[in-house]
């Protein structure tokens, strides 16, 4: 504003609040990039909890702002923490290491974690997150950005020369001048510091004649980023409010490890690039009889019942609820095949459907742009799978916010997919069912959920990740093809290849 605007609005506060107040020069408002890319590490385990996550923080484009994504698989973290640490990340701005300015044009990408079945809360994948970032930006090479201006300079043009000379000055980009008559105008852009106050300049040495407008451009490099920097004074490692140390647990009690020397202690392997499909070695196609051999072992099975045994004593079938509610639902709840109870032992297979469209990486990409087509491939390749495989398969779906008292059970080929009912989720119902077929047959649960597949162990199910299932679902459809390429080799025989000729009379 000018002058006489700012001795107006002086003048008001003081009339109207009776407040002396003064006007002194604007400040910049800076931002934090990164230059380079580089893992974040964060871990937070006092005693009695437990986190642990890895960022990875590359450069985005100019003006991108934080992007968040998750590299993830849902079978390495479950979903409900990838979500909660996507959550911490986007709750608040992150100070920048040069300056403490806010973050922008990154993109973070969680690429491992780990949480505890009894000891990790909310809480603890706050502290871990917000330590991945701070680690993450130490470890880094950051570039300080300031706000530019798109500046129009009309000056007459006697005054041309000294317009030039300020704005080489200043470290502006412009066009060259256009001249009309007696009067010139510049164009370009320069850094807002810059031009902090020029216009007031421009009116005394053009004596009113000259104008200068001004438009926000947008954020880039500093150009004097160490005068700023040394400025400021700002000290990374001394934000104990930002920090990027790590807390472990050694002998019940917990220990701050610094920043420099974090990576040594994590669980977790650091992955020094980005796990994206490009740096991968492409995985070689499985036969049926490879993917049988990679299917979960009943060794591992044995081993945690064994685990569990001696924790909490013999397996006996039992609810993780009150036995009394336990009953009430017996009466009331049977499973999708109304004659579990008195068919022949057969083995079956339950599938959580949303878990694992989202945790196959070609669905995933499919449910993007139209979920009932995801979900009608998931529901044909597992006919596919049972016509081999002989298991009797129920697909889950969620329905839960849809208004309705009982579950829905149709017959999609010789899967038997089962959509919830109100305010119950898929895990719900597949934890309520193994516990009712598991009474008299073999029951497996197919699930990217860890605590889902922990539950479904102690009903005494076997379990099997969703990629084990991708990998027995792929050789199920391959053997169904060979079978199907065989039996017309065979009629082809039978027949000889020749033509059907339609006899005169038929």
């Known amino acids: 504003m000018g002058e006489v605007q700012l001795e107006v609005l002086r003048r008001r506060i003081l009339d109207r609040f009776g407040e002396a107040v003064d006007f002194g020069p604007g400040s910049i408002v800076y931002r934090e990039t990164l230059k380079t890319a580089a893992e974040g590490m964060g871990h937070f385990e006092p005693l009695r909890h437990y986190a642990e996550v890895h960022l990875w923080l590359e450069p985005g484009p100019r003006g991108s702002g934080v992007r968040l994504a998750s590299e993830l698989s849902e079978d390495v973290l479950d979903r409900n923490w990838q979500r909660l640490i996507l959550t911490h990340l986007s709750e608040r701005e992150f100070p920048g290491v040069l300056t403490g300015s806010p973050l922008t044009d990154v993109k973070i990408t969680l690429i491992a974690g780990r949480a ?25 090479e950051s570039e300080l950005l300031e706000p530019w201006y798109d500046f129009r300079l009309d000056v007459p043009s006697a005054h041309i020369g000294r317009a030039l000379a300020d704005l080489e000055r200043f470290g502006a980009q412009f066009d060259t001048p256009e001249t009309d008559g007696n009067r010139s105008v510049l164009s370009g852009s320069a850094p807002a510091a810059s031009l902090s106050g020029y216009g007031a300049e421009v009116l005394v040495y053009t004596k009113g004649m000259g104008a200068l407008s001004l ?3 947008g954020y880039f490099p500093c150009h004097n980023t160490e005068e700023v920097v040394a400025r400021i004074g700002y000290d990374a490692e001394r934000d104990l409010l930002n920090t ?25 392997p650091p992955r020094k690039r980005r796990p994206n499909a490009a740096q991968s070695t492409p995985a070689a196609p499985q036969t049926p009889s490879a993917a049988r051999l990679q299917r979960p072992s009943f060794e591992a099975d044995s081993e945690l019942r064994a685990i569990f045994e001696r924790t909490y004593g013999p397996l006996k079938r039992r609810d993780l609820r009150p ?33 694992i469209i989202h945790a196959w990486e070609t669905l995933r990409a499919i449910a993007a742009r139209d979920l009932d087509t995801a979900r009608a491939l998931l529901t044909d390749l597992l006919s596919a799978y049972r016509s081999v495989s002989g298991e009797i398969v129920l697909l889950v779906f969620d329905a839960y ?70 990998a027995e679902v792929k050789a199920a459809v391959e053997t169904l093809r060979e079978r199907v390429d065989a039996l017309n080799t065979k009629e082809n025989a039978k027949f000889g290849n020749r033509p059907i000729v339609k006899e005169e009379g038929d």
């Not at 490890?257 to 977790?268: D, F, K, N, T, Y």
């Not at 009394?324 to 297979?349: D, G, H, I, Q, W």
């Not at 109100?422 to 119902?429: G, L, P, R």
Request: one cysteine or more.
């Open 116 to 140: 505890h079945l009894k000891h990790t809360e909310g809480g603890d994948f706050r502290e871990a997150t917000y330590r991945a970032v701070r680690h993450g930006l130490l470890n880094a």
């Open 215 to 217: 438009l926000p451009k």
């Open 244 to 268: 990027g140390d790590s807390v472990f647990c050694s002998h019940g009690a917990g220990f701050v490890v610094p920043w420099r020397e974090a990576a040594g202690h994590m669980h977790l």
């Open 323 to 355: 036995q009394s509610a336990v009953r009430a639902e017996e009466e009331t709840y049977r499973p999708a095949l109304k004659n579990a109870e008195t068919a022949p032992k057969n083995r079956y297979l339950l599938v959580d459907g949303y878990n």
């Open 401 to 470: 916010r849809v208004p309705r008292p009982v579950e829905d059970v149709e017959q999609a080929g010789n899967v038997t997919v089962v959509f919830t009912k109100q305010a119950e989720t898929a895990d719900t119902y597949i934890e309520r069912a193994t516990y009712e077929i598991g009474k008299r047959h073999k029951a497996r649960v197919a699930t990217a959920d860890y605590a889902e597949q922990v539950i479904v162990l102690g009903h005494g199910a076997e379990r099997v990740s969703a990629a084990e299932l991708e």
